[in-house]
């Protein structure tokens, strides 16, 4: 992360130009976080189905400098701490995001989050469609389900049997599988991302993609609108109810990869 000069403090009404702070400090309130990007439980569940060389096959790929990442338990202390301490920025500006950590503005921008991750920028490519539609779905996990969430996919995929399974096609699998549930990073309910799974099958279209930035964007947006409205909520909340004491709220995206950046 980048540092600058002090942000503007406790500016008047409306208070959401760039350079100030989103929220005032009297209106921080206690928050618990949940993490959504399972990205513990994947990196362990593909070192552990995947034989040697299939591993061995996804860490010479885009997605395979990760099993070398040290795994962090999630703070949302720190995270939820961060967030109240977000500066205003221009909206048209989706490229950063601005926070006062002391008497320093720190910047998290695309380009540092691709340095940080180690995945790519660039503008998004169209990819060409695929001779055969559901291939790996209608092969490995039975068809598809509108009900296949992602908490059944965690399950699916830790019933595969790996050794018995073309290697290209299980390279497919698990690179699919860490971009839906670490990348984008959704509740455990969401349903099972099926054109990803189509996309992947075309390998080297799912490798030229700017991972970087489609990961970005989802951790932008969820970075920059998590508080919306949160601290008058706490407060209606607390007005109905005086032993309410916490706001719950969730992260999504690739938030592994913040926490990284500190």
């Known amino acids: ?54 591993l061995s096959l996804f860490r010479s790929d885009v997605f395979g400098h990760f099993l070398d990442l040290g795994s962090y338990n999630f703070s949302g202390v720190i995270f939820h701490n961060l967030l109240l301490r977000q500066v205003a920025h221009k909206e048209t500006n989706k490229n950063q995001l601005w926070f006062q950590i002391g008497e320093h503005l720190v910047r998290l921008s695309i380009g540092e989050w691709c340095l940080i991750t180690g995945l790519s920028n660039g503008p998004n490519v169209e990819p060409k469609k695929l001779k055969t539609q559901h291939r790996l779905l209608n092969k490995y996990f039975g ?50 991302d099926f054109q990803l799974m189509n996309h992947v099958d075309d390998i080297d279209h799912f490798r030229s993609r700017p991972w970087g930035r489609l990961s970005w964007e989802i951790i932008y947006d969820s970075l920059n609108n998590a508080l919306n409205q949160k601290a008058n909520k706490f407060k209606m909340e607390r007005l109905k109810d005086p032993s309410h004491n916490i706001e719950k709220y969730n992260i999504y995206g690739f938030s592994h990869g913040v926490q990284v950046s500190w």
């Open 143 to 192: 068809g598809r389900f509108k009900d296949l969430t992602l908490k059944q996919l965690d399950a699916r995929f830790s019933a595969l049997k790996f050794r018995a399974m073309d290697d290209t096609d299980a390279l497919k699998i698990a690179l699919y599988y860490f971009a839906d549930r670490v990348l984008k990073g959704r509740k455990d309910h969401s349903q099972a």
């Open 1 to 54: 992360m980048a540092k600058t000069k002090l942000a503007k403090r406790n500016p008047p009404e409306p208070g959401k130009e760039p350079g100030v702070m989103k929220l005032y400090f009297n209106d921080h309130f206690p928050g618990r976080i949940s993490e959504t990007s399972k990205f513990k439980k994947v990196i362990a569940a593909i070192q552990c189905k995947l034989t040697r060389k299939q």
